[in-house]
């Protein structure tokens, strides 16, 4: 067991720091050939975030560790909006931006449901999410982006991406490294989660909602830890929720289209919780403050997630 874990741990190290030498290389290989700062932050840095996430669910799906694939992505937005949001709102009061509270925390919530919907299709009796449907959260993706790339051409001055200059060796390097670092420490998770619920008789599913979705999740709790103590409470925010949209529409989606999957029933209760985390936090913007999430809002997100995963672990065990 003692080998499985510090194999996990490997896998998590390699995954996490082959997307940040990627996201170096990319980034100084994109700003030679002079392509803007919103073109690179829409691209390669919204998936060099994402890159774990994408990389466990790609061999998962491969795999056919379906429940893997529902577990990680779906354990990793609760885990964003529970622990994380309510690590850094217990730290500062997080202050929203308008367009977040009425476009994009809306549209985690449409995404939930479209998938929800997608996935329980009450017309052919089937739990399974099919390729068509993959290319469907496809062109949802596409669409967020548009959005995206529309708002922040109002803002550019907030999207400016710091790069080091770099010789040829050394950017390729990078992306090698990344690339290389993201392929192994992805099947190193994948396989020694496999490997952990057989020896501990928990299902794969349980895994994946807890200790991988954690794990991919480790970007987006040290970006939003950042921006916290910097004060900039709206970056926190809106990195979480637009991680949930993308891991919603982009990496599901790329799971689906590399082979359709096998969804548990089970799962619903997670989307449930989900769903009614994005509802509290659009409520908690009128509450109080307003466009704010305070202090003991965040603290009951926190302990919801920890309660139910504490209910879900002892079930289990």
Do not use: C
Request: aromatic residues 12%; proline residues 2%; glycine residues 8%.
């Amino acid at each position: 067991m003692l080998i499985q874990i510090l194999l996990l741990i490997l896998g998590l190290a390699l995954l996490i720091k082959g997307a940040d030498w990627l996201v170096k290389g990319a980034s100084a290989l994109a700003k030679r050939y002079d392509v803007s700062d919103l073109a690179i932050g829409l691209t390669i840095v919204a998936l060099g975030t994402s890159a774990p996430e994408m990389v466990v669910n790609t061999f998962a799906s491969y795999q056919q560790h379906q429940d893997l694939v529902f577990g990680n992505i779906i354990g990793s937005n609760n885990f964003n909006l529970f622990v994380i949001l309510g690590i850094v709102g217990i730290i500062a009061p997080l202050t929203v931006q308008s367009s977040t509270v009425w476009k994009e925390i809306p549209l985690s919530f449409v995404a939930i449901v479209l998938l929800f919907l997608m996935v329980n299709n009450i017309y052919t009796d089937t739990f399974i999410l099919s390729r068509i449907e993959g290319f469907v959260l496809l062109f949802m993706f596409i669409m967020f982006l548009w959005y995206v790339y529309k708002q922040l051409q109002s803002e550019p001055e907030d999207l400016e991406v710091v790069t080091a200059p770099m010789s040829n060796l050394k950017i390729w390097a990078f992306i090698g490294l990344g690339l290389t670092g993201l392929v192994i420490g992805g099947r190193f998770v994948v396989t020694t989660a496999v490997e952990m619920a057989t020896i501990l008789g928990v299902s794969e599913k349980i895994i994946g909602l807890t200790i991988v979705a954690a794990g991919t999740s480790l970007p987006e709790l040290a970006t939003s830890l950042v921006a916290a103590f910097r004060k900039n409470s709206d970056i926190a925010v809106g990195n979480i929720i637009g991680s949930n949209i993308f891991n919603l529409f982009f990496v599901v989606a790329v799971s689906a289209i590399i082979r359709p999957i096998a969804y548990d029933a089970a799962f619903n209760t997670d989307l449930y919780i989900l769903a009614g985390g994005t509802i509290f936090l659009f409520l908690a913007m009128f509450t109080g403050k307003r466009k704010r999430l305070d202090r003991w809002e965040a603290a009951l997100l926190f302990l919801v997630y920890t309660g139910y995963t504490t209910y879900l672990v002892g079930q289990e065990i």
